[in-house]
């Protein structure tokens, strides 16, 4: 399996050497050269599987040679023990129709753990074998630096360094980046916004010296590899709801459209998906794209659902690229346009997306009305993004074709938000229900790229 940059300049790489590049050279996201098909016996044979198998057989066409079956399967198995939950990612039904796909069974209790968990198995392995080291540096918000620790720590090959925003995650979020003791894994918090976290990152990342320096590697969401980990619980909700005998829909609470561009690449392969609806927040510049063709960011608003508070929604990118039938210059001049303001997409494009996407928008008063409606209606408490989810599908929703709305975090990783909106306060699960007493380790830094590196050059001094 091979894989080619969005942007058509970049080097053909590999499955492994595209996971561990992340970004490709003339800027672009790695996608497989052709998209594995599933027949429909391969789709309905996954009914009754565990989760473990299922990953197991939608994800192998995809990662070539790098690994053995065995050492595919014993990875996979590591990534998911951790979870909370049997199903790993079980579906429960809302009203007639409608169903919620629970992602947050994951040891930080956001989606991000299915990716972040597999691919820190995946570096380990591919690093042990090479006998090389990395050094993952990112930027949060919260839920992506959350997971990347948990799935990072105490493993050989890999540091990791999160610079977060100085006072602007949540209680729960920074505790699950700062409790965890391995020496391995550094939680930054850096005076400034999260726009300023990602900046350093991106300097960092453009100081070669520095980079080859540390073996910088990133794992953002453009990485190829969180994008395939996310295509398999598509397909077990599919076939656990009739697919591939009929066709189902998705709503997904979506930022930087990495979690429903799985869904995309599910239905590319063969899995009969009806509508991919892309659900916003305030932040609504996917809405309006996909509702007139227009892409021009003027600014985030910060809402209750922060991890989609976003307008540069890196993912879309590769959307875009299969729209302009995998026209890798066409992709590259819409990219340069975003930098001097904004991008119109072509009519032709617009019909592509549109042909599997359909998108809404939900407001601050609509995200606490759906919380606080579904609770009372069906005893769930949902997280404000979930809640998103959950208001734009409702309008949706078609006789025939069963919607699945993912849920992509636990309540009780936005506590105050949900209070607010029901009355009531979500409680930790049972395996995290210590948070608050263990011991929190976190490094305050000035917004200052010298004193960063600096930091992190010191501590990977190995
Ligand atoms: C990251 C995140 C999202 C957005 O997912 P994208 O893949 O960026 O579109 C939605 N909800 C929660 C809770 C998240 O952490």
Redesign the pocket.
Known sequence: MRYVSTRGKAPILSFEEAMLTGLARDGGLYLPETIPQMSHADIAALAGLSYEEAAFRVMRPYIGDAFTDTEFQDIIARAYAGFAHAARAPLVQLAPGHHLLELFHGPTL???DFAMQLIGQLFEASLTRSGSRVCIVGATSG??GSAAIDAFRGLEAVDVFILYPHGRVSEVQRRQMSTPGEANVHALAVEGHFDDCQARVKDMFNDFEFRDAVGLAGVN?INWARVLAQVVYYFTSAVALGAPHRKVSFTV????????FAGYIAKRMGLPIDRLVVATNQNDILHRCLSGGDYTPDGVIPSISP??D?QVSS?FERALFEAYGRDGSATAQLMDELKSGGFTVSQGALEALRESFSSGRCDEDQTRAAIRRTWNETGELL?P?SAIGVHVAEEHLKPDVPMITLA??HPAKFPAAVEEASGQHPPLPAHMADLYDREERITELPNDLGAIESLIKERTAH
């Open positions: 956001a989606f991000k839920d992506t969401s609470p979506t930022g930087n459209f990495g979690d429903i991890s989609m976003i993912n997280c993004h992509t975090a």
